[in-house]
């Protein structure tokens, strides 16, 4: 170290209390994006939290956390993700889905971003390549999207063959149409009757449910959108008055079936 970096140094170190007491540093602040809501997304939260304690931080002790939540509502996400930027967070931490990450990306190509997302984050223009992100986005994809044929082949070994299978998709969601080729193209491959279910908000999702029998669907893959997650009580719900107008149906069609619980 050079003599003047040593005197630098001390001399500081000697004036640095007085300094500090009239002026704190700013704590940095997180901004945290997401396309669901808070109430059902708790466990996420509670391992955000985890993850920064481990990194040695602690909310309002040493880092701030400024949470945005368009709560199902896609369209929100830009003017979300654009009050981050003007609030001038350190990072943005992008979550519930790649609408997130996406709705982050347009907002700022400065900001450190970090994502996870169910596709291939390439593919979705996210980064230049997994291997070398570039650019100010990094993060995670655990391709959720390829993994719709895999889910409908299990629900296949479920049910009965003449049964048709419903498949419910969010259509505003940017993924849909690719989930929506794979998935028709393996219930070809199978031999099944698919009907596509389209629903892009709580409304749609109960005019869905009451359709279903109109329909003649005997059983329902909710695809693993945002959407779909964050009101999943209301898909529960909606699940035994379905149940009862099929369970009669079931035991019928099926020898090995029992009536559906209500």
Known sequence: MRRRDIITLFG????WPLAARA????MPVIGYLSARSPD???LHLDAFRSGLSDAGYMEGRNVLVEYRWAEGQYDRLPMLASELVQRGVAVIAATGGNVSALAAK???ATLP???IVGADPVELG????LNRPG???TGMGVFTTELGAKRLELLHELVPRDFVIGFLVNPNYQGSVRKKVDVQAAARGMGRRLTVLNSSNEREIDQVFRGLAQQHVHALLVDA???FVSRRHQLVKALPKWFQTHSQELTVTNGDAQPLPP
Do not use: K, R
Not at 12 to 15: K, N, P, T
């Open 12 to 15: 500081g170190a000697a004036v």
């Open 23 to 26: 002026q704190q540093p700013a």
């Open 40 to 42: 059902e997304s708790l």
């Open 106 to 108: 347009h907002a700022t």
């Open 113 to 115: 971003i970090v994502f």
């Open 126 to 129: 996210l980064v230049t390549s």
């Open 135 to 137: 650019g100010n986005l």
């Open 225 to 227: 959108d945002t959407l």
